[in-house]
Nanobody
Framework: QVQLVESGGGLVQAGGSLRLSCAAS????????MGWFRQAPGKEREFVAA????????YYADSVKGRFTISRDNATNTVYLQMNSLRLEDTAVYYC???????????WGQGTQVTVSS
């Protein structure tokens, strides 16, 4: 009962910034923890960031900590990933996901491509 639509991906130079957005529908959104994941070509999907249902706690992969910020606005059912100081290795398809169970991410967006160039 949750649908996710991502936007904001694109091409950016190393050192630049992008903000990804994930618009969610469904009344369970505010009760769901949210996460961002990414997958580079030939690589497995990896965790990037997560935020609890209340927005009170956030978690980050070591590779992005200090550069990326996850946030949510439950009033508009939107999750954001602010990406600063982008590096070539950040190039990937980024996915947002919802976990209404506090156990498993059950819903996934379609993904948005982020390409960092030199």
């Amino acid at each position: 009962q949750v649908q996710l639509v991502e936007s904001g991906g694109g091409l950016v130079q190393a050192g630049g910034s992008l903000r990804l957005s994930c618009a969610a529908s469904g009344r369970t959104f505010s009760n769901s923890a949210m996460g961002w994941f990414r997958q580079a070509p030939g690589k497995e999907r990896e965790f990037v960031a997560a935020i609890t249902w209340s927005g009170g706690s956030t978690y980050y992969a070591d590779s992005v900590k200090g550069r990326f910020t996850i946030s949510r606005d439950n009033a508009t059912n939107t999750v954001y990933l602010q990406m600063n100081s982008l590096r070539l290795e950040d190039t990937a398809v980024y996915y947002c996901a919802a976990d209404p169970t506090m156990e498993t991410y059950l819903y996934w967006g379609q993904g948005t491509q982020v390409t960092v160039s030199s």
